[in-house]
């Protein structure tokens, strides 16, 4: 009989994880407020309030909401003056939104590695990728790990570069006594399903800046402006308005947000010291400066080779079999056909030579191959939810040779 769950022996669990979302009774209360304001949209004080405190909860002096993170990323980009052709540094190693929404606004993105040891966009790699026409950076906190915004802002400064920070795993993350989203020029927010925060889609973008508020303001409302009237248009918007649904879903959820966040948090740092004991595996470095991890996703390193070569993909439907559900990630963003075939459609490309077939990042490829990811609805669970995960990965270990077979 063999031991492993996915040879036909029993798994390390069949309990399921905790759900997400997580609605209570204060979802319920703030959306019936919301029902039977008669304020469904444009106009609602819980748009308004849900906005006022983001702001404060992030640390700035604003915050925009808009319907997704991805029109977030979109509208900061177009308030950042991008014009066509002009490009903007962004990592490969994150979801498709953070150079999307940089192609739609007709700029180019420039894929610059990951650092090994986080998998955040690396610092000294960005000095290189700057031409005469840079306008910004997009770092990506990935997994809701804060990236060395000191690094990445000390050189755009030096270059005069806008910094925008793609948040949207990192409700709540602090970098050195700071908030993601208050660091750089702007930060954007997505409150997706999965998110940490969720009202099941929704966005947000702070600043501390009028002037980037005010360019927010006008590309997400039509071109209007704050002190304007209701038909003047000044610039070429469209409607990304986030509903008072959305925003009631928000307030609630906002609550339990750091309460959440700093269970993810020491989950996420108990998995480090034990999974870090197990041969064939590595965890990400430690950054004093990381003073809460989100924990959107919880990565680590599988090291097949150390595993006799069993590969990553046999390792997760082991891994699945024994209750744990896992996933492989990101694959590099310049391997997409968007970014490969469809760019040669986009004016900024039109008689140019379309870079990202013949790219090749090594610490980014070498990422897509051997990173692990755990949701962070994991994370929310007890210590001995935690506990079986370590043990499903120690089973596996242990018993290599049955996984050898599997691997067959």
Known sequence: MSTLAILGGSPVRTAPFPKWPQPTEEEEECLREALYSGVWGIGSLLIETFEKKWADYVGTRYALTCTNGTDALYIAVKAAGLRVGEEVIVPPYTFIATASSVMLANGVPVFVDIQPDTYNLDPTAIEAAITERTRAIIPVHIGGRPADMDAILEVARRHDLIVIEDCAQAHGAIWRGRKVGSLGDMGCFSFQSSKNLTAGEGGAITTNEERFWSLCFS???????????????????????????????????????????????????????????????????????????????????????????????????????????ASSGYVPLYRQEAFVVDAQRMPQFQGKEIPYAKMSLPVCEQAAREGVWLFQSLLLGTRKDMDDIVEAIAKLRRHLDELRRVEG
């Open 219 to 325: 590309f997400k409302n039509v071109g209007r402006v704050p002190e304007g009237g209701w038909y003047e248009h000044r610039v070429l918007g469209s409607n990304h308005r986030m509903t008072a649904f959305q925003a009631a879903v928000l307030l609630a959820g906002l609550e339990r947000l750091d309460e959440q966040t700093d269970r993810r948090h020491a989950n996420g740092q108990y998995l480090d010291s034990q999974l870090s004991q197990i041969e064939g595996l590595e965890t990400m470095a430690p950054d004093p400066r990381v003073e809460r991890n989100a924990y959107h996703l919880y990565i680590f390193k599988y090291k097949a080779e150390e595993w006799g070569g069993v590969s990553r993909e046999t390792f997760l439907r082991a891994l699945r079999a024994e209750g744990i559900p």
